[in-house]
């Protein structure tokens, strides 16, 4: 099984909508990260965590939230999606600053 | 403001040559530098990480960290058609957070 999985691996949805992306891990990782990426952009952060109690806001955090259910599951929320959320998402983890993140197989969202 | 610079691409380069992959950044305070290796529609995965000035090499890959010029480089030897794929160079840095910064990659093609 892998170590860090995404659900839904695919979503197709409508402007206005409420989504919800979800993240796993059984790497017992504390550190969790959720990135978005665009064709050319490379991956940009939206937002992180270091612990249950501990969530921070990457560099393009607008329009998104997050919560940490437990040290392995971190979702990722939008709100009211607009169709410039369009993108595919990763969610990461790592044990340490200095060690390699860990990605999951990613979710492919559009919003029309 | 926090930059990881690498020339688009496409870089193609026949089997058995050398690929030489160059990222540039901005801050002089960065400490941790990785490349990633990400295939079409799938998640990044780490190929090699460099903290220290001059040449790290594993296998086919070396990697090289020039901190005064603030660059790092990917040089694979011996190219082959399945080290095609999108190489995207990521920095850390904020050494207590292992927030990184990725480049927007470059997409490599070894041609048989």
């Known amino acids: 099984d892998a170590d860090v999985t995404q659900t839904p691996r695919n979503r197709i949805t409508k402007t206005g909508k409420r989504i919800m992306l979800e993240c796993s891990q059984t790497k017992g990782h504390d550190r969790m990260y959720w990135y978005r990426q665009d064709p050319g952009l490379g991956l940009r952060l939206i937002y992180y965590?270091?612990?249950?109690?501990?969530?921070n806001k990457g560099e393009i955090s607008d329009g998104y939230s997050v919560s940490r259910q437990a040290q392995a599951k971190f979702s990722l929320s939008l709100e009211s999606a607009i169709p410039n959320q369009t993108a595919l998402y990763f969610c990461?983890?790592?044990?340490?600053?200095?060690?390699?993140?860990?990605f999951g197989p990613g979710t492919r969202l559009t919003v029309l | 403001q926090k930059e990881v610079e690498q020339n688009s691409g496409p870089l193609s380069v026949p089997e058995g040559a050398i690929a030489s992959l160059n990222c540039t950044y901005s801050d002089r305070g960065s400490q941790s530098f990785f490349w990633y290796r990400q295939y079409s529609g799938k998640s990044p995965e780490l190929i090699m990480f460099i903290y220290s000035n001059g040449d790290k090499e594993d296998g086919r890959f070396t990697a090289q960290l020039n901190k005064a010029s603030q660059y790092v480089s990917l040089l694979i030897r011996d190219s082959q058609p399945s080290d095609s794929a999108t190489y995207l160079c990521?920095?850390?840095?904020?050494?207590?957070?292992?927030?990184?910064?990725f480049g927007g990659g470059t997409r490599l093609m070894v041609k048989p």
């Open positions: 990461a983890t790592s044990d340490s600053p200095y060690n390699e993140q860990f």
């Open positions: 990521a920095v850390e840095y904020n050494n207590a957070g292992n927030m990184l910064t």
């Open positions: 965590s270091f612990d249950v109690k501990d969530i």
